[in-house]
């Protein structure tokens, strides 16, 4: 069965750094797009950040410039580095992918930044 697996969440004080794993496993034939949403409480999910499989990133505009998004095509793993992380990045993080033919969701993951 095809799944993402997701770690690196936790307690982290604003200004503090944390980094988010995320790896494909079971029967995959391709992986294109992979990226990262959040959603807080009583939010909508928004998009934090996306890279597609040639490497272009996009970014949400909260995150810009203290996020980093980046894959590693041989190990079907994408990453979230968090840096100066503030108490409005507080959140579920959940990976995303595409592979074969739709698009999947990882269990998410907790952030909590406190101030």
């Known amino acids: 069965q095809v799944q993402l697996v997701e770690s690196g969440g936790g307690l982290v004080q604003a200004g503090g750094s944390l980094r988010l794993s995320c790896a494909a496993s079971?029967?995959?034939?391709?992986?294109?797009?992979m990226g990262w949403y959040r959603q807080a409480p009583g939010k909508q999910r928004e998009l934090v950040a996306t890279i597609s499989n040639s490497g272009r990133t996009n970014y949400g505009d909260s995150v810009k410039g203290r996020f980093t998004i980046s894959r590693d095509n041989a190990k079907n793993a994408v990453y979230l580095q968090m840096n100066s992380l503030k108490p409005g990045d507080t959140a579920v993080y959940y990976c995303?992918?595409?592979?074969?033919?739709?698009?999947?969701w990882g269990q998410g993951t907790q952030v909590t930044v406190s101030s």
């Open positions: 995303n992918a595409g592979l074969d033919t739709r698009y999947y």
């Open positions: 079971g029967s995959i034939f391709r992986i294109n797009a």
